[in-house]
T-cell receptor
């Protein structure tokens, strides 16, 4: 089992560029999440999904969009990248709303 | 308001000693869950241990145990017999309410350095 896979691992963007962070899981989990971790801080929730076709905002959704067309995939879209979006992005999934989420290895994003 | 508070930004512990990492939480919901994750220098988030608000006994997983004091709203992580590989950032997190859909709120973390 691969678990939760995130690509790319590292990316540098210029201000105003757009990109999509990919996340896929092979555990048939319905629940998926995107968090960001700023330096020296805990994680903050960007968006989450409780199943294919269902997404909702978390604590810090501004500047991001998501989609969930399949159970496996939960891509995060950054439109018009800003320096404030420099962070490490984690995707996670769980099989229920009470189970501990399992995390991917993260994407280090720098916006310059 | 901060929901999860970890007051120890960093601590040193000697190999083979036990270490306690503090975590206090704030919620008025009777149903919640508390989690601890480990983040080594490589960056991944590793789930360690879980305690549900209705669990009668403190959770244990190998060398990890959770000292759950509900009235004090604390959920401290105890690592027994520390090893060099325990050097990492440790995060306490809370799932608040049955309708939370598994969303977690994280503390700022505690950096642990294990010395020989």
């Amino acid at each position: 089992n691969a678990g939760v896979t995130q690509t790319p691992k590292f990316r540098i963007l210029k201000i105003g560029q757009s990109m999509t962070l990919q996340c896929t899981q092979d555990m048939n989990h319905n629940y998926m999440y995107w968090y960001r971790q700023d330096p020296g801080m805990g994680l903050k929730l960007i968006y989450y999904s409780v199943g294919a076709g269902i997404t909702d905002k978390g604590e810090v959704p501004n500047g991001y969009n998501v989609s969930r067309s399949t159970t496996e995939d939960f891509p995060l879209r950054l439109e018009l990248a800003a320096p404030s979006q420099t962070s490490v992005y984690f995707c996670a999934s769980s099989y229920s709303g009470t189970a501990p989420p399992l995390f991917g290895s993260g994407t280090q994003l720098s916006v310059l | 308001a901060q929901k999860i508070t970890q007051t120890q930004p960093g601590m040193f512990v000697q190999e083979k000693e036990a270490v306690t990492l503090d975590c206090t939480y704030d919620t008025s919901d009777p149903s919640y869950g508390l989690f601890w994750y480990k983040q080594p220098s490589s960056g991944e988030m590793i789930f360690l241990i879980y305690q549900g608000s209705y669990d009668q006994q403190n959770a244990t997983e190998g060398r990890y145990s959770l000292n759950f004091q509900k009235a004090r709203k604390s959920a401290n992580l105890v690592i027994s017999a520390s090893q060099l590989g325990d050097s990492a950032m440790y995060f306490c997190a809370m799932r608040e309410g049955l309708g939370s859909w598994g969303k977690l709120q994280f503390g700022a973390g505690t950096q642990v350095v294990v010395t020989p």
